[in-house]
């Protein structure tokens, strides 16, 4: 007698356990014995006291048992490609998102079926290399895993830049719609609202591409694929950060226009408080509900770098003469240089302290 072992690779326990954490349901359909099927289950972490169904069970299962059966069971054994097929295109009609992974020809069939299939391509076939959507070079569980959660760093960080640029927008045409209502001058030159449209916002939306993910990224469960985009808590967080750059240069401004009368004077604070102000917006809009001590202030480099370049910019713009002409600025007063940080920081820091405080609420109810 011989006896023929293949273990599961040890990474695969805890990439399963990442899975369930995440919402992702992991699923065996096998060909093997039950038995077999079984022992690997508990390898891997998969529950192997759950119900298990072989192929003649399936044969014996209508098509309404069955989708009731699928929402329970996580180990199928004995099947053929008819089977896999049938649990694949039951899970769709169900409205489940579906993986399948497969390295054989009778896997194809379920490949080509599914949401995504995932061949390998170390020992997998050329027929389900052509099957699939994606094929794994190093045949690896924690691969798809890793894949996962690149993909949901993509689409936060896509959403984190889409919200601050958009919360630039909703704040720079309050800023200059209150002075009108009011009946006195916009708080901006025209050469300083195209340096703002053309290069500051987009420049700023650009380094969230680098913003590495937070530590709670893998504990929520997948984006519903009918969700919009822009959703409901979208554009409030939109308008709500939006709001706090709007208060911080309106005020500066119009506490520095009534007060002295001097219109370059009035528009310099306005555009140094809306420079300094969007660069603080998009330092606390680098995360969603993880405090920024949490994530590293210094994680993102590339927002570093803009930032310096930022504040560079802004000494620039106020104290060399040749710019000062350009940008049709000033000079500014130390007590200028108080009211925009303070006016700044309070517009943007409040939102800091909320995610502290969501942050501490979930530590405590863990």
Not at 132 to 153: H, P, S, Y
Not at 175 to 192: C, E, K, S
Not at 218 to 239: E, L, Q
């Amino acid at each position: 007698f011989m006896g023929v072992a293949d273990p599961p690779r040890p990474e695969v326990k805890a990439a399963m356990a990442v899975c369930r954490a995440a919402g992702i349901r992991p699923v065996m359909i096998t060909g093997d014995h039950p038995l077999t099927a079984r022992v690997i289950a508990e390898q891997v972490g998969l529950n192997g006291n759950t119900r298990l169904l072989t192929g003649p069970e399936l044969d014996a299962l209508s098509d309404e048992e069955l989708k009731e059966a699928v929402g329970q069971v996580s180990i199928y054994a004995r099947t053929s490609p008819e089977h896999k097929l049938r649990i694949v295109r039951t899970l769709r009609e169900l409205g489940e998102r579906v993986a399948v992974t497969g390295d054989g020809i009778n896997d194809a069939p379920a490949l080509a079926a599914a949401d995504i299939g995932v061949a390998m391509g170390e020992t997998g076939t050329d027929v389900a290399r052509e099957a699939a959507a994606m094929v794994l070079a190093n045949d690896n569980f924690t691969t798809i895993v890793n894949a996962i959660k690149e993909g949901r760093v993509l689409f936060a960080n896509l959403k984190k830049g889409v919200r601050y640029y958009l919360a630039c927008k909703v704040a720079l045409v309050s800023a200059t719609l209150l002075p009108v209502l009011l009946r006195v001058p916009v708080p901006f030159a025209p050469i300083q609202i195209i340096l703002m449209e053309l290069f500051m916002d987009l420049a700023a939306s650009a380094t969230f591409v680098n913003e590495p993910a937070e530590t709670d990224l893998m504990r929520y469960p997948p984006r519903n694929p009918k969700a919009n985009f822009m959703d409901r808590s979208m554009v409030s967080s939109i308008f709500t950060s939006g709001a706090g750059l709007f208060a911080a240069v309106s005020i500066a401004y119009l506490v520095t226009w009534y007060s002295s009368g001097n219109l370059a004077h009035a528009q310099t604070v306005a555009f140094v408080s809306w420079l300094l102000g969007h660069l603080l917006l998009a330092i606390n809009l680098r995360s969603e509900r993880e405090p920024l001590f949490r994530l590293g202030f210094f994680s993102n480099r590339l927002m570093i770098i803009w930032s310096l370049a930022t504040v560079v910019f802004i000494l620039f713009a106020t104290l060399v003469p040749g710019v000062q002409s350009l940008l049709k600025t000033v000079p500014l007063s130390g007590g200028d240089w108080l009211l925009i940080v303070i006016a700044t920081v309070a517009g943007t820091s409040w939102l800091e302290a909320r995610k502290l405080l969501f942050w501490r609420s979930n530590v405590k109810r863990r």
